[in-house]
T-cell receptor, first 113, second 116 residues
Framework: EAQVTQNPRYLITVTGKKLTVTCSQNMNHEYMSWYRQDPGLGLRQIYYSMNVEVTDKGDVPEGYKVSRKEKRNFPLILESPSPNQTSLYFC????????????FGEGSRLTVL | AQTVTQSQPEMSVQEAETVTLSCTYDTSENNYYLFWYKQPPSRQMILVIRQEAYKQQNATENRFSVNFQKAAKSFSLKISDSQLGDTAMYFCAFMKRRYNNNDMRFGAGTRLTVKP
């Protein structure tokens, strides 16, 4: 089954404790992206990657890091989480040669105390 | 930068009725895609419908259709014969077509409630 898998789905952590949200897709997509969703703001792009070893900042990259060492994986790293990073996070992927449709993971609800 | 505006934070409709969700966008591009995504309480993002800017014909998917007005930069979603399962947050999204970069921008969303 074609899918984007994120883990963990839910996480409560404390300020400053490094965490990683993993994302993996099995569709051989070149493009991957991370979004955060906040009430009244919709989805805002954090980082994106157009292919292996190619990453770039989105609209709200502060406090986040990413890496793309393999085509299928695109982890999101919070080196020192703060309460303003409490949010719902989505990983998404798409084929650059296709219709542009983004395929989304199921979301990761992160709470930073 | 492209912006997407959804001016209706919340809407409601009676079951079996028709409802229209509004979306406007701002761009200087000529080649782009527009999307409507549905987010039910499960939080999953589900593609509802897609429109290519160069196509004049409005896209239709079963009970869902769009009214695409390119000159007005408007992209509304019409849901006919509303069902309880249509209750969800709906996001309008814009994608500029550039080689290898599927950068998608979203509106703030419209929360739709279908009442029995």
């Amino acid at each position: 089954e074609a899918q984007v898998t994120q883990n963990p789905r839910y996480l409560i952590t404390v300020t400053g404790k490094k965490l990683t949200v993993t994302c993996s897709q099995n569709m051989n997509h070149e493009y991957m992206s991370w979004y955060r969703q906040d009430p009244g703001l919709g989805l805002r792009q954090i980082y994106y990657s157009m292919n292996v070893e190619v990453t770039d900042k989105g609209d709200v990259p502060e406090g986040y890091k990413v890496s793309r060492k393999e085509k299928r994986n695109f982890p999101l790293i919070l080196e020192s989480p703060s309460p303003n990073q409490t949010s719902l996070y989505f990983c998404a992927s798409s084929s650059t040669g296709g219709t542009g449709e983004l395929f989304f993971g199921e979301g990761s609800r992160l709470t930073v105390l | 930068a492209q912006t997407v505006t959804q001016s209706q934070p919340e809407m409601s409709v009676q079951e079996a009725e028709t409802v229209t969700l509004s979306c406007t966008y701002d761009t200087s591009e000529n080649n782009y895609y527009l999307f409507w995504y549905k987010q039910p309480p499960s939080r999953q993002m589900i593609l509802v419908i897609r429109q290519e800017a160069y196509k004049q014909q409005n896209a239709t998917e079963n009970r869902f259709s769009v009214n695409f007005q390119k000159a007005a930069k408007s992209f509304s979603l019409k849901i006919s014969d509303s069902q309880l399962g249509d209750t969800a947050m709906y996001f309008c999204a814009f994608m500029k077509r550039r080689y290898n970069n599927n950068d998608m921008r979203f509106g703030a969303g419209t929360r739709l409630t279908v009442k029995p």
